[in-house]
């Protein structure tokens, strides 16, 4: 009867164990979809409002100008949602901000005068920037910095707007923990299984040690894996088992400054070399090109390691 009780009681702590895990692990992996789809969406955006901006027959100073301001929004949108969704529900930060208030931002202290004054004063942040970007969109539209359609245009407001729908969809996962009930049964549960253990463990064995490293690797088993759970609810947290946001900031960073690079470039065109029908014979097998392409990525690597 004590084997079966004590069975029974292992049987319930397993399955509540394991609905915990799976829950935390859902969570963590949605909590890392979402960050990744934030700066994705964000970059799409922008890459859209660059490439309509060319061949613009607006003054080039205001292109520049447009162009610019835009990535420094960007820039600045992602870092306070970062830092919303590390906060998440605590909205007093006791004199301590949060990480991503000191992640990288691309020239921030460019925009006007005032600008970020107003930003902290405000309890909406990511909703803030988002409405100035949306604001300097139709700017520029009025502006004639826009060589497309308008309804080509709300491609990229569907974008911006995704990534910001992105993020608050991350936003219940920070603020809507697990049922506090669930987490104290099966704690409950945890501890009067952990003081069954040395009971029903001395007649399964005669040896103390056997009994010893039962009694301790079971119920160390069970702490290890809620505890685990713990870890995976706050995927924002900057932990060593959370989203590196740092990383995701550096690279929309270097995503963006690749855009306004490049926007001066000419378009890649055909050479007078180039065979203008292609078959299977005509596969590159340039060495050189592979070789400065390692190159390129082996420098870039370098780049985005932190500092």
């Known amino acids: 009867t004590q084997d079966?009780?004590?069975?029974t009681l292992s049987c319930l702590v397993a399955f509540l164990t394991a609905f915990r895990i799976?829950?935390?692990?859902?969570?963590f992996w949605n909590g890392c979809e979402r960050a990744y789809n934030i700066i994705g969406e964000f970059f799409d955006g922008t890459a859209d409002l660059i490439a309509f901006s060319r061949m613009s027959k607006a003054d080039p100073r205001a292109v520049d100008d447009f162009q610019q301001t835009l990535v420094r929004l960007v820039s600045l949108l992602n870092s306070v949602v970062f830092a919303e969704l590390e906060s998440g529900s605590q909205r007093s930060y006791d004199g301590e901000l949060p990480t991503a208030y000191n992640f990288d931002l691309l020239d921030v202290s460019g925009l006007e005068d005032g600008t970020l004054e107003v930003l902290l004063q405000s309890e909406s942040k990511p909703e803030v920037v988002f409405q100035w970007i949306n604001q300097l969109i139709v700017e520029a539209w009025n502006k004639?910095?826009?060589?497309?359609?308008?309804p080509i245009l709300t491609r990229a407001f569907a974008d911006l707007a995704a990534g910001m729908q992105e993020f608050h969809e991350a936003q219940k996962i920070t603020e809507v923990p697990f049922p506090f009930p669930y987490m104290m049964a099966l704690q409950l549960c945890i501890c009067v299984h952990w003081g069954l253990t040395p009971i029903v463990s001395t007649d399964w064995t005669d040896y103390a040690a056997v009994s010893f490293a039962w009694c301790f690797l079971l119920p160390f088993s069970l702490w290890f894996f809620v505890g685990l759970a713990m870890e995976l609810d706050c995927p924002f947290q900057h932990t060593i088992n959370s989203v590196d946001?740092?990383?995701?900031?550096?690279?929309?960073?270097t995503r963006?400054?690749?855009?306004i690079e490049n926007f001066r470039h000419p378009l890649p065109k055909?050479?007078?070399e180039a065979k203008m029908t292609i078959t299977r014979?005509?596969?590159?097998?340039d060495e050189g090109f592979r070789q400065n392409l390692r190159e390129n990525l082996r420098q870039r690597a370098v780049a985005m390691q932190p500092q």
Do not use: E, V, W
């Open 22 to 27: 799976k829950a935390s692990y859902k969570k």
């Open 4 to 7: 079966a009780a004590y069975k």
């Open 245 to 253: 946001m740092r990383y995701l900031q550096r690279l929309l960073n």
């Open 256 to 259: 963006l400054l690749s855009l």
């Open 144 to 150: 004639k910095i826009f060589s497309i359609d308008p």
């Open 270 to 272: 055909l050479g007078p």
């Open 281 to 285: 014979d005509n596969f590159d097998q």
